[in-house]
């Protein structure tokens, strides 16, 4: 198996950077060629230093070291995400029968993780079952969470909710806020946080008109809005149009919803096939309960 240092090596050549370059003040020359040859190893906080003459980041090594093949979890997580996004229910129920008793921790989380998805599909409410029991444990536990971990805490809304009601969703909500911030710096927002930020906000979104929590929201409209877009990537401010959109259906202007929501349909639309599913359902059930709720509530005009 080749070593870390072998890969340093080749990434050393590829770039055309002499050992000088890149392990000068850091360790000798002599280690360094040991080091590359695979006969010595060396310590993260020097590991790090030489990364950054190498102007590449640890999970670009990982990635190159792998024979330019992401993590593990990271090919499951994907595999699970699209399988959700194109609505291929079956590739996820199988995914989730042959890994849920994997002796992988991370394939039994995502497991657990994709079965929470499946359930919330088409389920107001999820209780905790032996599927959904090991997210729901592994994310509720965590004092802090992981990049890895931010993008799975969406899945608790639906389960937290069953379980303790809708006024545990404003502490989950204040924990998920902190823990983005510990992400985001005064450089800009280097690992997106924003968009996972936003994507709680809207499953948020979705528990509160699940659950008839039209005030709360209501409110949610703000928290959508104080996101700088300039954070997003180009799939989080499509995401924050969408949810200003559907927004704009309930509480809003009908015609400026109905617009943002063409936009980003129309977008969607040109890819053969579509690549989120998700938004074409959650647009077709939205629209029709955002058209009771207007009809029902004295203080909107009916379209």
Do not use: C, M
């Given at each position: 198996m080749t070593t870390i240092g072998e890969t340093i090596h080749q990434i050393r050549l590829t770039k055309g950077l002499t050992q000088k370059e890149v392990y000068s003040g850091i360790i000798s020359?002599?280690?360094?060629?040991?080091?590359?040859?695979?006969?010595?190893?060396?310590?993260?906080?020097k590991l790090f230093a030489i990364l950054d003459n190498l102007a590449i980041s640890a999970d670009e090594l990982r990635f190159i070291h792998q024979n330019y093949q992401p993590s593990s979890y990271d090919q499951a997580f994907w595999t699970?995400?699209?399988?959700?996004?194109?609505?291929?229910?079956?590739?996820?129920?199988?995914?989730?029968?042959?890994?849920?008793?994997?002796p992988h921790a991370y394939e039994q989380l995502i497991a657990s993780y994709a079965s929470i998805l499946l359930l919330s599909y088409d389920h107001r409410s999820i209780g905790v079952t032996t599927a959904t029991q090991p997210a729901f444990d592994h994310l509720r536990q965590a004092k802090t969470w992981t990049l890895q971990e931010?993008?799975?805490?969406?899945?608790?809304?639906p389960i937290i909710t069953t379980v303790d009601g809708l006024a545990a969703l404003a502490p989950l909500t204040t924990h998920m806020e902190a823990n983005c911030a510990r992400y985001q710096t005064a450089w800009g927002d280097p690992f997106h946080v924003s968009n996972d930020l936003l994507d709680f906000y809207g499953s948020l979104f979705q528990g509160e008109l699940n659950f008839h929590d039209f005030q709360s929201a209501k409110k949610l409209q703000t928290k959508f809005a104080a996101i700088d877009s300039h954070q997003l990537n180009w799939d989080g401010r499509l995401s924050q149009q969408f949810w200003s959109g559907i927004w704009a259906l309930y509480f809003g202007d009908w015609q400026t919803g109905n617009q943002l929501l063409d936009e980003v349909v129309a977008l969607e639309a040109h890819h053969h096939p579509r690549i989120d599913n998700t938004l074409f359902a959650i647009r077709n059930v939205r629209t029709k309960q955002a058209q009771t709720y207007r009809q029902s509530s004295p203080h909107h005009d009916h379209f």
């Open positions: 020359r002599s280690f360094a060629s040991r080091f590359e040859s695979g006969a010595n190893d060396i310590g993260a906080s699970i995400r699209h399988a959700y996004e194109t609505q291929n229910f079956p590739v996820l129920a199988a995914w989730i029968r042959n890994h849920q008793h994997s931010l993008k799975l805490v969406p899945v608790l809304i």
